[in-house]
Each structure stands twice: as structure tokens, then as C-alpha cells.
């Protein structure tokens, strides 16, 4: 996108509207005094005391001239300063200022600093993420090249066996699987750091989805079917799916889905039989790419995604516990009014 531009013309400076508005303000006693002057017709050089109070008049309104000066036009010249600052050097220049002159100054300083960290932050987030996907898409991209020039040098000078054709295209086969299912994890990814679409589902629903997908599981909503998310109907389909196959895939054969309201916010605890998740790996568990499952196929997204989506629509997600009798998470959500 190409960043808007400022139509260049002459705009006055701070200090100059500051200086020419005071200074107006100081005529207005002079103005008076000249004015009685010619309706009295008095003639003659101004009194002493005429003079004395209107050269403290200019005193003081160039003091105030430069009061103000100081503290707006020296802060917001120092926060463009730093804005060139950051375009040029990145984190290391996200700093606070030296001055902030008022509290308004203050208070836009500490919101340009918050939206310049996230901004970084992204920007490392996507160089970091293209690094990853990179290495996800060149691995099974070099063995099915691999297994490809194995089956094409095959000749009746030096003839492969049947287990081994088998086994090059069962290995081209899992690789493009594996491809698909990565390919689809970053389309979910896409779609959750879009703008947030509004919209609610049912937990009966989402619930009945679940059931359709995961055979393999038995699903129960514990009482709470009639509960409303504040979640469309795709989203929460991305969110619920990506955690029922999380559970399916680490060996449970049971998935809990229980949603209550607490105030202005909705919690909803997934709860499954499954193996667990390793103290070392709690707090790994979202990054991208992190799987242990990564020689079955697992992408390591699909957390990373349910995070994602649910940030989107102003909630979250945590991991409550997780033992050998399973893992529990607890999604966090706005509750509809």
C-alpha cells in the first residue's frame, strides 16, 4: 500500500500562531489606551505609568509566548525527531522522550511508542513466520524431488523392485498431504489476522459440527448448549475444529465443551482424555511451527491459529492444566448483551 502523502503547502508553524495570538492579545490594552486618548483629544506623550504597564504587558506575554513554546512545539518537534528515528533504526530507537511538556503530549508519546512496539513486533513476527514457512515448505518439497528422480532414472539396466516404487510414492504421497494440510493451516492463519467479521454461533452447533468431523470422538456440551458465542459461525468452526483435532491427534477418545458467562465474558473450557502436554512444552505450545507430532504430519499452527482468531474478536485463550489425563484449555470471549 502505498503511504498517503500531505498536501505540501504553507502551513504556519506552532510558535508563530502561539506568538501572533498573545501578541494580539497584548494590543487590546494598547488599543484601549489610544482609543480614550482620541475621543478625550488629550495630547502629549504617554504618561509613565502608561508606558511601565504596557511594557509589562510585552514582558509578560512573551514569557508566556515562550512557556507555551516550550512546552508544546519542543515535545512534538522531539517526537517527529524520534519518528525518523524509528523509520531509520527500528526497536532500538522505541524509547521514551527526554520532554513532554503536558499531559496531553504525554499521553499521544505513550500511544505513538505502544503503536510503533506493535508495529515492530509484526514486522519481526512476519520475517520470523516467512523463515518458518520456508523451511515447512522446502523439506517436503526436497524429498518428493527426490523420490521423483529415484522413479525417473528407473530403467531395465537397473530396475527397481516393486516395495521400492511403492515406497518412493508412498513418500511423494505423505509429502503432498503434508503440503496440503500446511497450505490449509495458512489460509485459517490468513483468515484469522483479517479485520474481525461480526457475528455470533451456536455452541449446539458448533458442537453438532464437531460431532460430524471427529467421529472418532465423543463430544459433550455438559448442559451448555444453548449458549451464544460471540464467534461467526466460521471462525468458531476454525477455533473448535483446530482444538477437537489437537485432541484427537494426541490419543483422545473424549472432548468436554462446557461455556459459561462470568460478567461481561464468556469462558469456555475444552477439556479432553488425551496424553497431555509435557511441563517443557507448556509454554511452547503457541508458538508457530512448535509440534511435537512433527514425523506425523503435524504443522505446529493449529494453536498459533485459534490464538490468532480469537485475538481478532477480542478474546483469548490459555492452557489450564495438563497431566496423563488430559489437557484443558479455557477460551476467553466478549459475552453478547
Same mark, same amino acid.
Given at each position: 500500500?502505498?503511504?498517503?502523502?500531505?498536501?505540501?503547502?504553507?502551513?504556519?508553524?506552532?510558535?508563530?500562531?502561539?506568538?501572533?495570538?498573545?501578541?494580539?492579545?497584548?494590543?487590546?490594552?494598547?488599543?484601549?489606551?489610544?482609543?480614550?486618548?482620541?475621543?478625550?483629544?488629550?495630547?502629549?506623550?504617554?504618561?509613565?505609568?502608561?508606558?511601565?504597564?504596557?511594557?509589562?504587558?510585552?514582558?509578560?506575554?512573551?514569557?508566556?509566548?515562550?512557556?507555551?513554546?516550550?512546552?508544546?512545539?519542543?515535545?512534538?518537534?522531539?517526537?517527529?525527531?524520534?519518528?525518523?528515528?524509528?523509520?531509520?533504526?527500528?526497536?532500538?530507537?522505541?524509547?521514551?522522550?527526554?520532554?513532554?511538556?503536558?499531559?496531553?503530549?504525554?499521553?499521544?508519546?505513550?500511544?505513538?511508542?505502544?503503536?510503533?512496539?506493535?508495529?515492530?513486533?509484526?514486522?519481526?513476527?512476519?520475517?520470523?513466520?516467512?523463515?518458518?514457512?520456508?523451511?515447512?515448505?522446502?523439506?517436503?518439497?526436497?524429498?518428493?524431488?527426490?523420490?521423483?528422480?529415484?522413479?525417473?532414472?528407473?530403467?531395465?539396466?537397473?530396475?527397481?523392485?516393486?516395495?521400492?516404487?511403492?515406497?518412493?510414492?508412498?513418500?511423494?504421497?505423505?509429502?503432498?498431504?503434508?503440503?496440503?494440510?500446511?497450505?490449509?493451516?495458512?489460509?485459517?492463519?490468513?483468515?484469522?489476522?483479517?479485520?474481525?467479521?461480526?457475528?455470533?454461533?451456536?455452541?449446539?452447533?458448533?458442537?453438532?459440527?464437531?460431532?460430524?468431523?471427529?467421529?472418532?470422538?465423543?463430544?459433550?456440551?455438559?448442559? #451448555?448448549?444453548?449458549?451464544?458465542?460471540?464467534?461467526? !459461525?466460521?471462525?468458531? %468452526? @476454525? /477455533?473448535? &475444529?483446530? *482444538? +477437537?483435532?489437537?485432541?484427537?491427534?494426541?490419543?483422545?477418545?473424549?472432548?468436554?465443551?462446557?461455556?459459561?458467562?462470568?460478567?461481561?465474558?464468556?469462558?469456555?473450557?475444552?477439556?479432553?482424555?488425551?496424553?497431555?502436554?509435557?511441563?517443557?512444552?507448556?509454554?511452547?505450545?503457541?508458538?508457530?511451527?512448535? #509440534?511435537?507430532?512433527?514425523?506425523?504430519?503435524?504443522? !505446529?499452527?493449529?494453536? %498459533? @491459529? /485459534?490464538? &490468532?482468531? *480469537? +485475538?481478532?474478536?477480542?478474546?483469548?485463550?490459555?492452557?489450564?492444566?495438563?497431566?496423563?489425563?488430559?489437557?484443558?484449555?479455557?477460551?476467553?470471549?466478549?459475552?453478547?448483551?
Amino acid at each position: 500500500m502505498r503511504t498517503p502523502r500531505v498536501k505540501p503547502k504553507w502551513r504556519p508553524p506552532l510558535a508563530l500562531i502561539v506568538y501572533a495570538v498573545l501578541l494580539t492579545v497584548m494590543m487590546l490594552p494598547l488599543l484601549t489606551v489610544i482609543w480614550f486618548r482620541v475621543v478625550r483629544a488629550a495630547s502629549g506623550a504617554m504618561a509613565p505609568a502608561e508606558i511601565t504597564t504596557l511594557a509589562a504587558v510585552l514582558i509578560l506575554t512573551l514569557i508566556v509566548a515562550y512557556v507555551l513554546t516550550r512546552t508544546l512545539t519542543v515535545p512534538i518537534n522531539a517526537l517527529i525527531a524520534r519518528t525518523d528515528e524509528i523509520a531509520r533504526g527500528g526497536r532500538s530507537a522505541i524509547r521514551p522522550l527526554e520532554i513532554y511538556g503536558t499531559r496531553e503530549v504525554a499521553t499521544l508519546s505513550q500511544s505513538f511508542l505502544d503503536l510503533a512496539g506493535k508495529l515492530v513486533d509484526h514486522s519481526d513476527y512476519v520475517r520470523s513466520f516467512a523463515a518458518h514457512v520456508s523451511h515447512e515448505l522446502k523439506s517436503p518439497l526436497t524429498s518428493i524431488k527426490g523420490a521423483a528422480e529415484l522413479l525417473r532414472d528407473d530403467d531395465d539396466s537397473n530396475p527397481m523392485s516393486p516395495e521400492q516404487r511403492n515406497r518412493f510414492l508412498g513418500n511423494i504421497i505423505a509429502d503432498t498431504e503434508r503440503l496440503d494440510r500446511l497450505l490449509s493451516r495458512l489460509r485459517e492463519l490468513a483468515k484469522a489476522e483479517m479485520p474481525a467479521e461480526q457475528g455470533s454461533s451456536s455452541l449446539r452447533d458448533i458442537v453438532a459440527q464437531l460431532k460430524i468431523q471427529f467421529r472418532q470422538l465423543a463430544i459433550d456440551d455438559e448442559g #451448555s448448549a444453548d449458549e451464544t458465542l460471540a464467534l461467526p !459461525g466460521e471462525a468458531a %468452526g @476454525i /477455533v473448535f &475444529a483446530n *482444538l +477437537a483435532e489437537n485432541a484427537f491427534q494426541n490419543g483422545a477418545t473424549t472432548l468436554a465443551i462446557k461455556a459459561s458467562g462470568e460478567g461481561r465474558r464468556m469462558t469456555i473450557q475444552v477439556r479432553d482424555n488425551g496424553r497431555g502436554i509435557a511441563d517443557g512444552n507448556r509454554d511452547r505450545i503457541f508458538e508457530p511451527f512448535f #509440534s511435537t507430532r512433527r514425523d506425523d504430519g503435524g504443522t !505446529g499452527m493449529g494453536l %498459533g @491459529i /485459534v490464538r &490468532a482468531m *480469537l +485475538a481478532s474478536h477480542g478474546g483469548g485463550i490459555d492452557l489450564l492444566d495438563s497431566s496423563n489425563d488430559g489437557t484443558a484449555f479455557q477460551v476467553i470471549l466478549p459475552r453478547i448483551s
